[in-house]
């Protein structure tokens, strides 16, 4: 069996070959076709004649295969044996299937994103997909009952324990006190952070989202389960450590060998945040809580996003001044769209508190259906383009040095700093 890396040096190489194939496309002046220079110098697509519609018909289907990745590229990097082995896992074959409902099925390309062109060459119609396919397929294995070690749901969760501590690190930095798998009346919790009269409370659930089934009545009692286990079970556990600064009791946080880490006395805090991180997006159900979430009617909804969310929110949140007071301002925002938002990608709400706040903020404030736009969370795809700040993030350097107009103008308008890790990778000479 393949081991996690060699599929991910996999991803990266056929990422680095398409880049290179897609700049070489974009460099290819088609010996100054007179049909696509008088489409340069401006004439409209309507206006050609048939003859012409033809044959930029031609260009551009032999375009599809110019851009195509040849197998002989991928064998000379990581050998003939070992690419066959990854692409008979990757690679979708034409097979048809008289049963598949679209809405249903799992999509067959969704886990086999490449596609064999000629017999000799692939290329992928949307390359992102491939990254995800690989995680999917990671997981099957992992999840395996002959896998020796840890169950991969016991990995997950601590990972994505780690992974939040980190991002939550990354944001607060030096000015927050942080405690992690600390203790409180002899129940293990996950995360809290003090900064200055607010506190955070974070429980982090790892729980795998499992696809609906066809049967309306067993893929909602498989939905609420999945969601009962993940944000409904964080929320109790982040509810409980709420509770006790709404005592308004001094109470003390141990460790696990049970010495005590911090007395709290809730009087010292204004405001007490809950946040539940999940491993994977949950959809209109995470955006909106009052489907499933079980609270008291005097209860606030906690803020519950997916942990790669997170992490996009606030490294872009931190590009800007004041961006630890923004991100309180948000939550105690955010949690007055719960019961009347219509919602897929918690994204879209953070765009929109970013880079149209005043609006946000009145949205939130009115007692009306809050409708988001799928195509708000664009920005954060404009902002990837020319390097976002991830940790250890896919051909940064080939980011940085792209000469993008639009992205440039978003960055000026909206008076973003420097992402902190790109500022570290250029000032170590990168």
């Not at 007179?34 to 206006?47: A, C």
């Not at 969601?227 to 556990?237: D, L, P, V």
């Not at 007395?263 to 955006?287: A, K, S, W």
Request: hydrophobic residues 35%; glycine residues 4%.
């Amino acid at each position: 069996m393949l081991v996690s890396s060699s599929n991910i040096d996999f991803f990266k190489l056929i990422s680095n070959l398409e880049i290179e194939r897609g700049r070489d496309y974009l460099a290819n002046d088609f010996n100054n076709d007179p049909t696509l220079m008088s489409l340069k110098h401006g004439k409209k697509l309507k206006d050609l004649t048939l003859d012409e519609k033809v044959h930029l018909a031609d260009i551009g289907e032999k375009a599809v295969y110019d851009m195509a990745i040849p197998m002989t590229d991928i064998y000379q990097v990581i050998g003939e044996e070992k690419a066959k082995k990854l692409l008979a896992y990757f690679t979708l074959l034409r097979k048809e299937n008289p049963e598949y409902l679209y809405y249903t099925d799992p999509c067959s390309y969704l886990k086999a994103p490449i596609i064999i062109m000629d017999g000799l060459s692939i290329v992928m119609v949307f390359s992102k997909q491939l990254i995800n396919a690989i995680y999917e397929f990671l997981y099957e294995v992992c999840n395996e009952s002959t896998v020796p070690g840890k169950k991969v749901s016991e990995r997950r969760d601590q990972y994505l324990e780690d992974k939040t501590a980190e991002i939550f690190g990354d944001f607060f930095g030096s000015k927050a006190c942080f405690f992690s798998s600390y203790y409180l009346n002899g129940n293990e919790k996950d995360l809290i952070i003090l900064y200055g009269r607010n506190a955070f409370v974070v429980e982090c659930k790892a729980h795998k989202y499992r696809t609906p089934l066809r049967n309306q009545d067993k893929a909602y009692d498989r939905i609420r389960d999945d969601f009962k286990k993940s944000i409904g079970k964080g929320y109790q556990q982040a509810k409980e450590v709420e509770d006790y600064f709404l005592d308004e009791k001094s109470f003390d946080l141990f460790d696990e060998r049970k010495k005590k880490l911090i007395t709290i006395n809730p009087l010292d805090y204004d405001d007490v945040f809950t946040i539940v991180v999940t491993q994977e997006r949950f959809g209109q159900i995470q955006c909106d809580l009052s489907y499933l979430l079980d609270i008291a009617d005097d209860c606030n909804f906690p803020w519950s996003v997916g942990v790669h969310d997170l992490e996009t929110f606030l490294i872009t949140l931190k590009r800007k001044k004041k961006y630890i007071e923004e991100f309180t301002e948000f939550l105690l925002a955010r949690e007055k769209l719960q019961a009347r938002v219509m919602c897929y990608d918690e994204l879209e709400l953070c765009a929109y508190f970013l880079f149209d706040k005043q609006q946000f903020l009145k949205n939130c404030d009115q007692n009306k259906m809050f409708f988001s736009s799928p195509d708000a969370n664009r920005c954060f795809d404009l902002l990837y383009e020319v390097g976002f700040g991830f940790k250890d993030e896919v051909n940064l350097a080939e980011k940085l040095k792209r000469r993008h107009f639009e992205a440039a103008s978003f960055i000026k308008f909206h008076q973003l700093k420097p992402a902190e890790r790109v500022t570290e990778f250029l000032r170590n000479g990168n």
